[in-house]
Structures are given as C-alpha cells and as structure tokens.
C-alpha cells in the first residue's frame, strides 16, 4: 500500500514537472527572444536542410529560443518536412510560432529594385549588384547574350530598351537571366497590340519605336514637352537630316550623363546621331509608357531644333536662325 502512495505521488511530481516544462516552453514559443524584442533579423536558410538544422540556425541568429522546441512544434503541426527554403527577414516581435509559419508559407525576403524612366541596362546591373542579388557583370553578360536574347525573344544585340521601367522585386537566388526575364515580360504586357499597331502606321517595329522612344526619354525634362522633343525628331527623320541628340553620343562613348566634348561629337560610332543620319542600331534607354505614347503622337508643330533654356526646359526653333539665337542666349545665361 506504502509503495503504492509513494509511485502515484512520483507520477504526481513527473507530470507536474513536465506540465511545468511543457508550460514554460510554450510560453517561450510565444514571446519573441531579447534579440527580436530589439528589432528584426534576416536569416538565409539553404535548401536541402533538415528542420533541425534549420531550427539550430534559427536559433543561432537568435529567432528562437530553443531549438528542440522548434522542431517538436513543427512536428506536431505536421510541417517538419516542409519547410522552405530562402531568405527570410523575421519582423520584430516575431516569436517561434509566427517564425515557424513564416518558413511554412514560403514569405522570403523580396528585394525592391528601382529601374527608372530612362535609365540604362549598366545602371540596372549596378542597382541589382548593390543589393547583392547578382553580380553586375553578370547581368551584363546576360544582356547580351545572345542565346538568353533568344530565350526571351529579342533579336536585338542588346536587351537596352527592352527593360520596362518599374519598381521589381526579386528575391535572393534567382539568377541575372530571370531577373531580366521579368522585366521583358512586363514590357510585353505595356507594349499591347494597339501600341505596336500604332507604331506599325507610323512605319516603326517595336525595336525601332523604342529606339526613337528611348532617345526623347534621355532628352525630355518635363512631361509637356514629350510631344514637341517627338516632334522635333519625327520631322528631322522626314527631311533626312540627323538627329543630333546627344544622349546618344554619350551612349556611344560610353559617357552618361556627362558633358560631351567636340571630339566626342565627331566621333565614328554608329549610335553618333551627329555623324550618321537616320535612328541608331538600338535603344539606349529604357523608354517609359508615357514616352512612348508621345513618340506615337508627335504634337503638330514644324520645330527642327531645341537647346536647353534651363535644367528643365528647352527652346523651340523652327529655322536655325532662331536656333542660333536661342543658343547664343543660352550661353550668355549660363554660369561661368
């Protein structure tokens, strides 16, 4: 009978104690740790990894107090095995159940990455390679590559001007090639039917449209002025004369937005609109929709000249006279 009281009485003491443990473990898995109560953390789990590997790194960079705990808790949510794989940024606050269902859902980290109206395809490389999402060499092989330009239908040298200018958001692992495959295909989804077929009224294909596109976009300041800088172009390529635009001497000579030279004016490139008449091989930009729009509707003016009449804005001249003039003006404008 002794014996009996003294075993129900150690069951008593056992499950006391693992009712204590068990408590103080689930009141672990609900608050966040000290390092999560101070701010949020990033934390990269590799693919092929175990959950309790996965749970020791969790609890390495401090997301989780236990890692034990971790695994029992995905275990008994039936999601031991299926956890994912990526970079995940823990919220502060998070505790190890919100952590357990972040891996559960797959919500890795999305890197926004900013490609402006106008911008090149070197500067999206260097943009991509500042977030450490890939090498901007890379993305420049990947540019040009022409297998890849292949795979994403482009016959072009170049994917310049065939990126659409937009915010992206790429998470960590995908290469150079499918990052730049999602900016053509946002492209693809601006550039509609009724837009090619436009261009195509005007005698331009899709490669053509944005190279002409993508010069007025390097040259226009302020949104008023898209049409007029369209027009200007659009009559020049009438009457055969050059463009002489000099974002695409900087293009050529490899100097953006920089101030060109005399040298770099007379220089022998094919995207040098001083030297050669007619449109460059190529784009040097990525144009935006609002441009493109204005390259497909010129205003109806008879200009053939602009120069600069302050940082933003230019002066329109229909005869080189009054070009000369407003030139001459612009000079004596300017700061020394």
């Known amino acids: 009978m002794a014996f009996r009281r003294t075993f129900v009485r150690l069951l008593l003491v056992v499950f006391a104690c693992a009712t204590a443990v068990g408590g103080f473990e689930a009141w672990r898995a ?5 390092a999560l109560a101070a701010g949020p953390r990033v934390v990269d789990i590799p693919a092929q990894q175990g959950v309790l590997t996965i749970a020791r790194r969790l609890r390495d960079a401090e997301v989780i107090p236990s890692a034990e705990a971790f695994v029992a808790l995905g275990v008994v949510r039936g999601t031991a095995r299926s956890l994912r794989a990526g970079e995940y940024e ?7 159940v919100s952590a357990l269902r972040m891996l559960e859902s797959g919500k890795v980290r999305l890197h926004p990455v900013l490609h402006p109206e106008g911008a090149t395809v070197a500067e999206l490389a260097r943009t991509i390679d500042k977030q450490g999402l890939a090498r901007a060499d890379d993305v420049l092989r990947a540019a040009s590559d022409p297998a ?3 795979s994403v239908g482009i016959e072009a040298a170049s994917l310049e001007g065939y990126v659409f200018p937009d915010t992206y958001y790429f998470t960590r692992g995908l290469t150079a090639e499918q990052m730049l495959t999602r900016t053509v295909q946002r ?5 509609t039917a009724e837009v090619v077929a436009r261009a195509r009224a005007r005698g331009l294909d899709v490669h053509r449209l944005l190279t002409l596109a993508s010069i007025i976009e390097r040259e226009a300041v302020v949104q008023d002025e898209r049409r007029l800088i369209a027009a200007v172009f659009w009559n020049r390529l009438q009457l055969g004369m050059p463009l002489q ?5 900087q293009y050529a000579v490899g100097k953006e937005r920089r101030a060109l030279t005399r040298a770099d004016l007379a220089s022998e490139h ?16 990525s144009p935006g929709l609002a441009v493109i729009e204005a390259t497909l509707d010129p205003a109806p003016v008879n200009y053939l000249y602009f120069v600069a009449s302050d940082d933003h804005r230019h002066r329109f001249s229909t005869t080189v006279e009054e070009h000369n003039a407003a030139v001459a003006r612009y000079r ?4 020394r």
């Not at 609900?30 to 000290?34: F, N, V």
């Not at 823990?90 to 190890?96: E, L, N, R, V």
């Not at 492209?187 to 550039?191: E, G, I, P, S």
């Open 30 to 34: 609900l608050t966040p740790t000290d």
């Open 187 to 191: 492209l693809r989804a601006k550039l």
């Open 245 to 249: 635009a000099d974002p695409t001497v």
């Open 332 to 335: 004596l404008a300017r700061p």
């Open 270 to 285: 094919p995207f040098n609109t001083y030297t050669h008449t007619g449109l460059p091989p190529g784009p040097i930009a």
């Open 148 to 150: 890849f330009l292949r």
């Open 90 to 96: 823990f919220p502060q606050g998070t505790t190890a």
